[in-house]
């Protein structure tokens, strides 16, 4: 599956913005989702998750309240709302597509090698 992101911007603290993710190819019913972020000299770092259903996610603490995880296999597109962001926040976005069987999502969610496909990735900047 290939996976185009966008949306990004640059937004000031306390703004929302919502990211997409749209796949192409395969049946992107068939794949779990998830969202990282990776800001320059720093790790990537897991930021949401959801099952092929959407019937589950799965949040960091850092964004939990803050960010919504959703998709619309209809449309083949997996979608990052995010309110009152912070310059914290500030990264490229990318979305990864995984095929898990459930007991393994539980386990292996967040774990950005676990995923097959990967987004180019959009930026965001939060700017104080």
């Known amino acids: 599956v290939q996976l185009q992101a966008s949306g990004g911007g640059l937004v000031q603290t306390g703004d929302s913005l919502r990211l997409s993710c749209k796949g192409s190819g395969r049946s992107f019913s068939n794949y779990d989702m998830a969202w990282f972020r990776q800001d320059p000299g720093k790790e990537r770092e897991f930021v949401a998750a959801i099952v092929k259903t959407g019937s589950a996610t799965y949040y960091t603490d850092s964004v939990k309240g803050r960010f919504t995880i959703s998709r619309e296999n209809a449309k083949s597109t997996v979608y990052l709302q995010m309110s009152n962001l912070k310059p914290e926040d500030t990264a490229v976005y990318y979305c990864?597509?995984?095929?898990?069987?459930?007991?393994?999502?539980?386990?292996?969610?967040?774990?950005?090698?676990?995923?097959?496909?990967w987004g180019q990735g959009t930026q965001v900047t939060v700017s104080s």
């Open positions: 990864a597509a995984g095929a898990f069987i459930r007991s393994v999502w539980w386990e292996s969610r967040a774990d950005g090698s676990k995923y097959n496909y």
